[in-house]
């Protein structure tokens, strides 16, 4: 059986290798930040958007509260929500809560180690799963 795990992380390795080897080479040094999205990143920004000045959660939060019926009736009975950017998974509640019994969660983020257990909505545990292997599972990555 093939060692996924192993796969993603070598992949990763060589991946993050050759970005900090070109973006420093560069006159203007750069990091993608896609780097910086470990699990500390992530609780950071989940307090930034907690902030007064940051508006952005709080308008999404509201469109989706409005729009929870339309969300039901586009989407179906038995969909699957995959989520880029899942992060703590604040807003999933809610797009989750309108779903007419959905089939499945594939949670994506940067920052894997942040999808833990405890951040998953509440769903089967087989239905809810880690979305980078899901998708390389797939052949997709």
């Known amino acids: 059986m093939h060692d996924l795990t192993a796969t993603l992380f070598d992949s990763n390795h060589n991946l993050f290798r050759s970005d900090v080897v070109e973006g420093l080479s560069r006159l ?3 990091i993608p930040c896609r780097w910086l999205y470990d699990e500390r990143g992530s609780e950071l920004f989940e307090e930034i958007t907690r902030l007064e000045e ?3 959660t709080r308008a999404e939060t509201a469109i989706l509260q409005l729009r929870q019926p339309e969300l039901r009736q586009l989407a179906g009975p038995g969909a699957v929500l995959i989520e880029y950017g899942a992060g703590a998974g604040v807003k999933t509640e809610l797009v989750l809560g309108a779903l007419a019994e959905p089939r499945g969660y594939v949670p994506i983020d940067l920052a894997h180690e942040y999808l833990a257990p405890g951040n998953a909505p509440a ?7 880690e979305g980078l292997r899901w998708l390389s599972w797939l052949g997709m990555l």
């Open 54 to 56: 940051y508006y952005p």
């Open 123 to 129: 769903l089967p545990e087989a239905a809810c799963c």
């Open 28 to 30: 203007q040094k750069i």
